[in-house]
């Protein structure tokens, strides 16, 4: 009963080539997240979906881009990945509910670059 | 800007020992807190979640309370299990996103 399934859980890419990691959720949730954590830190929000608006964070580099085509899919693109991009990349859902967001996450990706 | 804090950053304890995460953030104008759970290099896994009306929630073993008015929450754990072992994870809703505080790795030992 896999709920938000991300793919691939591993990925290696070599540093400037560009990747792209993908997420998918059968909850039909309205609003979809991508995070980027580093070993031993806490996740950071990179930018979220509010059905079709997209949202970015102030601090997020512009090598990072999204997509949602559809409810079910959303994809983070890195355009030419560098070396401190390394990380697990963790995607999340919620649905809009009054003023509760309850959020679930998936397996998450983890980056490498060589 | 909201900042959330753990402490401690990690905790080993011996198995079957109750235990308390503690949890700490600076603007209380929240909507919920959430408590999650994470193994190593695996994703979240989300434990509890406090709406900002709520004192408390409980899910078996685990009880996680909210004072809002001072910026704090606890996770309890009762009679802890080496299964337990992973690191725990405290976030505030934050508008309709969430911040995390760094995170307190517990240990528990058979």
């Known amino acids: 009963d896999a709920m938000v399934i991300q793919n691939p859980r591993y990925q290696v890419t070599q540093f400037g080539k560009p990747v792209t990691l993908s997420c998918s959720q059968t909850?039909?949730?309205?609003?979809m997240y991508w995070y980027q954590q580093k070993s031993s830190q806490a996740p950071k929000l990179l930018f979220h979906?509010?059905?079709?608006?997209?949202?970015n964070e102030a601090d997020t580099p512009d090598n990072f881009q999204s997509r949602r085509p559809n409810t079910s899919f959303c994809f983070l693109d890195i355009r030419s990945p560098g070396l401190g991009d390394a990380a697990m990349y963790l995607c999340a859902t919620s649905k809009a509910t009054g003023e509760t967001y309850e959020q679930y996450f998936g397996p998450g990706t983890r980056l490498t670059v060589t | 800007k909201q900042e959330v804090t753990q402490i401690p950053a990690a905790l080993s304890v011996p198995e079957g020992e109750n235990l308390v995460l503690n949890c700490s953030f600076t603007d209380s104008a929240i909507y919920n807190l959430q408590w999650f759970r994470q193994d190593p290099g695996k994703g979240l896994t989300s434990l509890l979640l406090?709406?900002?009306?709520?004192r408390e929630q409980t899910s078996g073993r685990l009880n996680a309370s909210l004072d809002k008015s001072s910026g704090r929450s606890t996770l309890y754990i009762a009679a802890s299990q080496p299964g337990d072992s992973a690191t725990y994870l405290c976030?505030?809703?934050?508008?309709?996103?969430?911040?995390f505080g760094a995170g307190t790795i517990l240990r528990v030992k058979s």
């Open positions: 979906y509010y059905d079709k608006d997209f949202n």
């Open positions: 976030a505030v809703e934050d508008g309709n996103k969430l911040v």
């Open positions: 406090i709406q900002s009306s709520q």
């Open positions: 909850l039909n949730h309205n609003v």
